[in-house]
C-alpha cells in the first residue's frame, strides 16, 4: 500500500485518487437505470432522473460507508451504488406496476439486511471467508462479459470492426505502462492515465463523439415519492431474497476490501465493521427508494482500483461523495462523463473486473483449499455460470426458482451458502464473530 487504511492523503493526491474511484463506479452506477428504462420504455425526462437520482444516493451510500459514524459504515474504502442484482424483479415489477410498484417493493424490502446485520455473529459459518470469495470471484466473472461488449462494439459508425479491441488494447497497454515505471505518483495515477490514451486514441482516429444534448435543466433536485408507492405480495418474497443476497454479495465486497487494506478479516472488529457496513447499505436502499431511486449495495468495482492505485485510505470518500453529488446534482457534467466511448469503458472494466476475481480467488485461498472446500468451489462456480446460461430452460421454473438461479451471483452464492453450512467441518471457516 502508498496510503493505508487512516493515512491522510495531500489534496491533489486525493482528488486525483477519487477521480479514478468514481470513474471505476459510475458507469456501473447509472446502467441499471439505463437497462430498466430502455426495456420497460420509460420517457426521457423520467430516465434522466433516474441517472441523476442513481448516482445521489451512490454519494450518500460512499460518504457514510466510508466515514463510520458510530455503528453506521464499515470505515473501509467501500463505495456504494445500484445493484444488478435487482434487474429481474425490478422487470416483473415494472411490467406489472410501473415505478411506483418497483419503488414500493424496494422500500418494503430494503429493511432485510438491516434486520439480519445484528444477528451476523450466529450466522457467522454463513459468512466465511470461503463464501465470501466465492461470490466475489463470481461478481468478477459475471461482470467480464459486460467489458467484453463494451470492447467489441464500434467506437462510431463506419469504424472497423477491429477498433474497439484496439482503442480497449491502448486503454490497457497505459495502465500497464504506469504500473511498470514503479513511481508512487504514476500508479496512482494509472487508471486515469489509461482513460485518457483511449479518449486520445478514439480522437485521433475521429471516433470521438461528443455527448447528445440533454432534456434536463442546470440542475437536478432529489423529489419525496416522484412516483408514488405500491405494494403486492407475490414479489416481497423474491425482492427479500435479492436483498439477501445482496448482503452475502456486500460482506464479500468489504471482505476483499478488508483485505486489501491489511486487517484481519475474522474477529469482533471485522464482525463491526461488515454489520456498519450493512446498515448502510440497508438505510441507503430506503434513502433511493424514497427519493425515486434503486436499490444500493456496496460495489466490488473499487477493490480493483486499490489494488491499482495502492490507495486504501477511507479519507477519499468525502471527495467522492462530492464528485457523485456534483454529477447527480448538474446533469451537464455527468454528460460528459457518461459519454465515454464504449472501448475506452471495457478496456479499463475487463483489468478492474479481472483484478476483482483475482481478490476473490485471495480470499478462497485464505480459507485453505481442501477436498470439501475445493468441492464447494466447484459446485457453486458450476451452479453460478452453468445455470444463467440456459434462458429457456430457466422459463419453464416457477417464479423464485426463476429468480434465483437467473444471477449467477445469487444461484453460485446460494450454493455455497448451503454447501458450507450442511457439509462437515465448516465450522473452522468463521470470519465475523
Not at 476483482?356 to 464447494?376: C, K
Request: proline fraction near 7%; charge should be positive; aromatic fraction near 8%.
Amino acid at each position: 500500500m502508498v496510503y493505508g487504511l487512516e493515512d491522510k492523503l495531500p489534496l491533489g493526491t486525493a482528488l486525483l485518487v477519487s477521480l479514478q474511484q468514481v470513474s471505476a463506479m459510475v458507469v456501473g452506477v447509472i446502467t441499471p437505470a439505463l437497462l430498466l428504462a430502455n426495456i420497460l420504455k420509460f420517457p426521457a425526462p423520467d430516465t434522466a432522473y433516474l441517472v441523476s437520482m442513481a448516482l445521489f444516493a451512490a454519494a450518500i451510500g460512499t460518504f457514510f460507508q466510508t466515514s463510520r459514524f458510530g455503528i453506521l459504515g464499515s470505515g473501509l474504502l467501500s463505495v456504494t451504488g445500484t445493484s444488478f442484482a435487482f434487474i429481474q424483479p425490478l422487470i416483473q415489477a415494472g411490467q406489472t406496476g410501473g415505478l411506483a410498484l418497483m419503488f414500493g417493493m424496494s422500500l418494503v424490502a430494503a429493511p432485510v439486511p438491516l434486520l439480519l446485520a445484528p444477528f451476523l455473529p450466529r450466522l457467522r459459518h454463513l459468512f466465511s471467508p470461503l463464501v465470501s470469495g466465492i461470490v466475489v470471484l463470481l461478481i468478477g466473472l459475471s461482470i467480464i462479459p459486460e467489458a467484453m461488449r463494451g470492447i467489441v462494439a464500434l467506437p462510431a459508425p463506419g469504424a472497423p470492426a477491429w477498433a474497439g479491441a484496439l482503442i480497449a488494447a491502448v486503454v490497457i497497454a497505459a495502465v500497464l505502462l504506469a504500473q511498470a515505471i514503479g513511481r508512487p505518483w504514476t500508479r496512482l495515477a494509472g487508471i486515469l492515465f489509461g482513460v485518457a490514451a483511449g479518449y486520445l486514441a478514439c480522437g485521433l482516429a475521429g471516433w470521438l463523439q461528443a455527448p447528445p444534448p440533454s432534456e434536463q435543466g442546470w440542475i437536478t433536485l432529489p423529489r419525496l415519492l416522484p412516483h408514488g408507492l405500491a405494494f403486492r405480495w407475490e414479489y416481497a418474497l423474491p425482492f427479500g431474497f435479492i436483498y439477501l443476497v445482496s448482503l452475502l454479495e456486500a460482506m464479500g465486497d468489504m471482505t476483499a476490501t478488508a483485505q486489501l487494506s491489511g486487517l484481519k478479516t475474522r474477529g469482533p472488529e471485522h464482525g463491526a465493521r461488515m454489520r456498519g457496513g450493512i446498515f448502510v447499505d440497508s438505510l441507503t436502499s430506503i434513502v433511493a427508494a424514497l427519493i425515486g431511486s434503486f436499490p444500493s449495495t456496496t460495489y466490488a468495482q473499487n477493490n480493483g482500483v486499490i489494488q491499482i492505485t495502492g490507495v486504501a485510505s477511507r479519507h477519499i470518500g468525502k471527495w467522492m461523495a462530492a464528485i457523485l453529488a456534483l454529477l447527480a446534482l448538474f446533469p451537464v457534467v455527468g454528460r460528459w462523463v457518461t459519454a465515454m466511448p464504449p472501448a475506452v469503458l471495457g478496456g479499463m472494466a475487463l483489468l478492474l473486473f479481472g483484478l476483482v476475481s483475482v481478490a476473490g480467488l485471495r480470499l478462497i485461498f485464505s480459507a485453505g483449499l481442501p477436498h470439501r472446500n475445493a468441492l464447494i468451489v466447484a459446485l457453486a462456480l458450476g451452479i453460478g455460470l452453468g445455470a444463467p446460461s440456459q434462458p429457456q430452460w430457466l422459463e419453464t421454473l416457477p417464479a423464485v426458482l426463476r429468480t434465483l438461479l437467473a444471477s449467477g451471483i445469487s444461484a453460485g452464492g446460494v450454493t455455497a451458502l448451503l454447501l458450507n453450512l450442511l457439509l462437515p467441518g465448516g465450522r473452522t471457516n468463521e470470519s465475523v464473530e
